[in-house]
């Protein structure tokens, strides 16, 4: 059974300081890496995909793949109250190309 | 603008009664999918379509059924056979259903009378 873990939190960050979202997955051979954000009541929103192995940049939020530890972060820079949501890890291209979501971490954001 | 489509926003099934929820796409992807999402819970895949008129079941289809006829749509019906359907549903779609992200609709809340 492909799994992708997350840590249900609630992780709690002071506004301005960095937020680390971690994820592990099970399939070794997965290509694509994805997070979303989801505000309470709401749809998932993708924020940021990742392809190959290092750190990729987009404004506050970098998100970073090591394929070889089967491990992807998001890195929230100089976070603000309006980032406290759940965020998904999402993970695809594996060896049935089906997507498999991890269950999310909360985040909130203290002001 | 492009974007994922669902209506109703908010429905209520009477005991015994199917309801259908509607789910359409204008940006021209060839896969869609329906997940369900209970309250504190993660995404559940119920069906997924890679091309039209072909679609799978996911990992609870049991008490709903899909229809793919066009490329754009993909309606869900909740039969009476599905005894607790109160979630939150949301439709996506991705340009091929391989490698490439999904894109959800801002989903269906249903609730049983």
């Known amino acids: 059974q492909k799994e992708v873990e997350q840590n249900s939190g609630p992780l709690s960050v002071p506004e301005g300081a960095i937020a680390s979202l971690n994820c592990t997955y099970s399939?070794?051979?997965?290509?694509?890496f994805f997070w979303y954000r989801q505000y309470s009541g709401k749809s998932p929103e993708l924020i940021m995909s990742i392809y190959s192995n290092g750190d990729k940049e987009d404004g506050r939020f970098t998100a970073q793949l090591n394929k070889a530890s089967q491990y992807v972060s998001l890195l929230i820079r100089d976070s603000q109250p309006s980032d406290s949501a759940t965020y998904l890890c999402?993970?695809?291209?594996?060896?049935?190309?089906?997507?498999?979501f991890g269950k999310g971490t909360r985040l909130h954001i203290l002001p | 603008d492009g974007g994922i489509t669902q209506s109703p926003k908010y429905l209520f099934r009477k005991e015994g009664q199917n309801v259908t929820l509607s789910c359409e796409q204008n940006l021209n992807h060839d896969a869609m999918y329906w997940y369900r999402q209970d309250p504190g819970q993660g995404l559940r895949l119920i069906y997924y379509?890679?091309?039209?008129?072909?679609?799978q079941k996911g990992d609870i289809a049991e008490g709903y059924s899909v229809s793919r006829e066009k490329k754009e749509s993909f309606p869900l019906t909740v039969t009476s056979a599905q005894k607790n359907p109160t979630a939150f549903y949301l439709c996506?779609?991705?340009?091929?259903?391989?490698?490439?992200?999904?894109?959800f609709g801002d989903g269906t809340r249903l609730s049983i009378l």
């Open positions: 996506a779609s991705s340009i091929d259903g391989g490698r490439q992200p999904q894109h």
């Open positions: 999402a993970v695809t291209g594996g060896r049935d190309d089906k997507i498999i």
């Open positions: 399939d070794r051979v997965s290509q694509s």
């Open positions: 379509s890679q091309i039209v008129n072909d679609f």
